[in-house]
């Protein structure tokens, strides 16, 4: 499996940006699909963008226009440029890795959409 370390947290205002980063353990990076969850209190935890290996990516009904998911393979990093943040948006996000053998989960960082 491999270790993840989110960053980029924090407390923005309605309508500012944010953009998280995922730092990726080991040399496999560029074989991973590598998506961003959130999880807000008291709800399930939820995929909000996803970037296969070979660069396609999927997003959350609720995010399409505003979120971009982007991977670096030299850096080992993926990352969530996260604009027109609303309120809702607030959350622990979460990064994962995944294979067809194992799947493995960041720590998380708390994003705080609040005025």
């Known amino acids: 499996q491999v270790q993840l370390v989110e960053s980029g947290g924090g407390l923005v205002q309605p309508g500012g940006s944010l953009r998280l980063s995922c730092a990726a353990s080991?040399?496999?990076?560029?074989?991973?699909?590598m998506s961003w969850y959130r999880q807000a209190p008291g709800k399930q935890r939820e995929l909000v963008a996803g970037?296969?290996?070979?660069?396609?990516?999927n997003y959350a009904d609720s995010v399409k226009g505003r979120f971009a998911i982007s991977r670096d393979s030299s850096k080992n990093t993926v990352y969530l440029q996260m604009n027109s943040l609303k309120p809702e948006d607030t959350a622990v996000y979460y990064c994962?890795?995944?294979?067809?053998?194992?799947?493995?989960w960041g720590q998380g960082t708390q994003v705080t959409v609040s005025s």
């Open positions: 080991g040399s496999m990076f560029g074989g991973y699909a």
């Open positions: 970037i296969t290996s070979g660069g396609a990516t």
């Open positions: 994962n890795a995944k294979t067809s053998f194992w799947s493995s």
